[in-house]
């Protein structure tokens, strides 16, 4: 198992830009499938960004080309940058690990962090 702690929220006007951090503990951190997801308020958490063993990358179509995941793996850390962040950006971001190859759906990560607030302001 590993322990996921967040980083790197905050408040942001339209059209910014925030990096959010995610560190986790446990030596087999490379072995996993990284994920970002989000939930807004009154809303289900969905996916963002996922990223494979080998650096495979997933994209929900809302981000792509805006948002940016990578990886780590010397630092146990994946990232996701965001650009030309929109209003509707605004939610809890959650790191999340999976052994599924191609995880793409929450109910495929059984390991979560406490999330980070993102706000984005118009």
């Known amino acids: 198992q590993v322990q996921l702690v967040e980083s790197g929220g905050g408040l942001v006007q339209a059209g910014g830009s925030l990096r959010l951090s995610c560190a986790a503990s446990g030596r087999t951190f490379s072995t996993y499938i990284m994920g970002w997801f989000r939930q807004a308020p009154g809303k289900e958490r969905e996916f963002v960004a996922a990223?494979?063993?080998?650096?495979?990358?997933y994209y929900a179509d809302s981000v792509k080309g805006r948002f940016t995941i990578s990886r780590d793996n010397a630092k146990n850390t994946v990232y996701l940058q965001m650009y030309s962040l929109k209003p509707e950006d605004t939610a809890v971001y959650y790191c999340?690990?999976?052994?599924?190859?191609?995880?793409?759906?929450?109910?495929?990560?059984?390991?979560w962090g406490q999330g980070t607030q993102v706000t984005v302001s118009s």
């Open positions: 999340a690990a999976s052994e599924k190859v191609g995880a793409r759906t929450r109910y495929q990560y059984d390991q």
């Open positions: 990223i494979g063993r080998s650096g495979s990358l």
